[in-house]
């Protein structure tokens, strides 16, 4: 399948338009992750609907010091992976076609949630995304827009501002794709070199970690939740050959784990890795409420997003996993 380039917001209103639009909006230097969102995209839309994809470098999105100026720009590359990936178009436009006038004097604030982590890290940086999602989001009119959930706090931040400015669009989270070793696939990810994409291992395996930790605690109170909490307890687990340590699951799993115990696994392979060379440099491990991004209690139900955040030389890297906190109550 060819993808058609396109300029112009009137090169697109111009294209005869069948079924449903699903957009998967990008900044360009495409991988395997991006042609998963437009695979998805297409399955979404079917076969009478429209799968298009933006290719745009939002210069609101850059800080002082970040990497505008070298941020992977291959735009026919772009164009060739998302046509055998299911899209019929690629917009693309130039910064004077999305800001006609120069930068804009009104922007979209992104409130509370965009101060924190990623926000508190970037000043500024969740204003130009929503600003320019916005304007995307006008320009190409889509029934249907597709993110990763890689960048978790961008598509929280997304869904509210949809939510709260009454935009006519669902927007649908696709899982992150990551490569065999586990790093989560990303544009920055051809900055590294061998040594550091290394080191750069130790975000994933954070996660994992923290993941591990937490499923190991459930299955404790699963456990605990099964045996009732008394004598019979203990006489039970000792008739199945259990040792007397094993009677104390309920106690391992409600004053052993939670979510302290979850950031404490993750921080113990991201602290190892700040002794490594090149060093992994640390700018935050959370563990948050994927409603606002603020920190849980250990007393939090629900899901939960494990994000961390970190540079390796001269390259930033993001990454997270979600989790579930169920209840626990007494087993008698």
Known sequence: MTATLLRT?????????TGRRAVVMTMGALHE??????RAARKIAGPEGEVVVTVFVNPLQFGAGEDLDRYPRTLDADVEL?????????FAPS???VYPGGEPQVRISAGPMGERLEGAARPGHFDGMLTVVAKLLHLTRPDIALYGQKDAQQLALIRRMVRDLNFGVEIVGVPTVREEDGLALSSRNRYLS???????????????????????????RARAREVPATRARAEALSAIGESRAAADAHAVATTAGGPAAVRA???????????LDPPLRLDYVALVDPSD????????????????????????????????????????
């Open 9 to 17: 917001a009137a090169d697109l209103r111009a294209r005869a338009r």
């Open 33 to 38: 992750g991006h042609a998963t969102l437009i």
């Open 82 to 90: 998302a046509g055998r990936s299911g899209a019929d178009a690629v």
């Open 95 to 97: 910064v004077d076609e």
């Open 194 to 220: 061998p040594a550091e994409r290394r080191t750069a291992l130790a975000l994933s395996q954070a996660l994992f970690a923290g993941r591990d930790r937490h499923a190991a605690q459930e299955a404790l």
């Open 265 to 275: 696994a993750a921080r113990l392979v991201l602290d190892e890795a700040a002794r």
């Open 293 to 332: 991004f603020t920190e849980i209690g250990d007393d939090f139900t629900g899901e939960a997003v494990l994000a961390v955040a970190a540079r390796v030389g001269s390259t930033r890297l993001i990454d997270n996993l979600p989790l579930t906190f169920g209840t626990f109550g007494d087993a008698s």
